[in-house]
């Protein structure tokens, strides 16, 4: 596919919507105008709407995040150079590019089997690296924790005592918490190995989290 004069220019009116919208940080607005978001549409049909700041589906009952949303839970991550994070929901694979774009050593782990087959295979070819998984998330991924960072992109019930396990002390987790229509994003932050605070922003809309401590099946 290719990455044309017209994308790119779709692509800066992009970043110009999502930092219109409230997103200050250089190096995300960076991250959104260089990645070519149509190239993670498999339906050719909706190639030509991938930079309006909307979800779109793409198989299994899933969708690419807006992205203001994957701006705004980037934000709220501050990310550092070589940050450990762990993303839960891979999907297409777009919101785990941003972090790798951000200098991120990235672990991204997804419930439904089919999109993690595909991501895992596109990133390469996309010229990124990062550690794929296959399962439910909603308890994390214990095996490679601890991480300074975990951001959840699919709407929790409430936070997974797992995921605060699994974060060092000073690191934070972005998850949306609420129902199924509309949720609040929390940054929670590790203050001590038992203490932790919570942040509450505005509202959005996921796809729900499956899964053990998620909207189970
Ligand atoms: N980060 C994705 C992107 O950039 O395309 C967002 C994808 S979508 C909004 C949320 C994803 O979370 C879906 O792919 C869904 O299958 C996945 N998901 C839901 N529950 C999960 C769980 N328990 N463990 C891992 N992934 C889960």
């Known amino acids: 596919m290719e990455d044309s004069y017209r994308h790119r220019g779709m692509r800066r009116q992009l970043v110009k919507t ?8 250089q190096s995300v607005l960076d991250a959104i105008g260089k990645i070519p978001r149509h190239f993670f549409f ?31 839970q980037s934000e709220l991550l501050q990310l550092k150079p070589k940050d450990k994070v762990l993303e839960i929901g891979t999907g297409s694979g777009y ?9 991120a050593e990235v672990f991204s782990i997804e419930y439904q089997k089919a999109l993690f ?3 895992r295979k596109f990133l390469p070819r996309m010229g990124y690296q990062a550690n794929f998984f ?14 300074d960072k975990i951001i959840v992109t699919a709407g929790a019930p409430s936070v997974p005592d797992a995921l605060i396990d699994q974060l060092k002390v000073g690191g934070c987790l972005v998850i949306p918490v609420g129902n199924v229509r509309t949720q609040q994003m929390l940054r929670i932050t590790k203050t001590a190995p038992d203490k932790v605070r919570s ?5 959005f809309k996921f796809v729900p989290l499956l899964g053990e401590d998620g909207w189970r099946k």
Not at 59 to 71: D, F, K, L, R
Not at 95 to 103: R, S
Not at 135 to 146: N, T, V
Not at 199 to 203: G, I, K, S, V, W
């Open 134 to 147: 296959y399962g439910d998330g909603s308890k994390g991924l214990a095996k490679h924790a601890p991480y």
């Open 95 to 103: 919101q785990a590019i941003v972090l790798l774009e951000l200098g």
């Open 18 to 25: 999502v930092q219109a919208k409230g997103i200050k940080s």
């Open 42 to 72: 498999e339906d050719s049909a909706l190639i030509e709407h991938a930079y309006e700041d909307k979800a779109f589906p793409i198989g299994s009952g899933q969708t690419i995040s807006q992205p203001y949303t994957v701006a705004f």
């Open 199 to 203: 942040e509450t922003y505005t509202d």
């Open 117 to 119: 087959e595909r991501t």
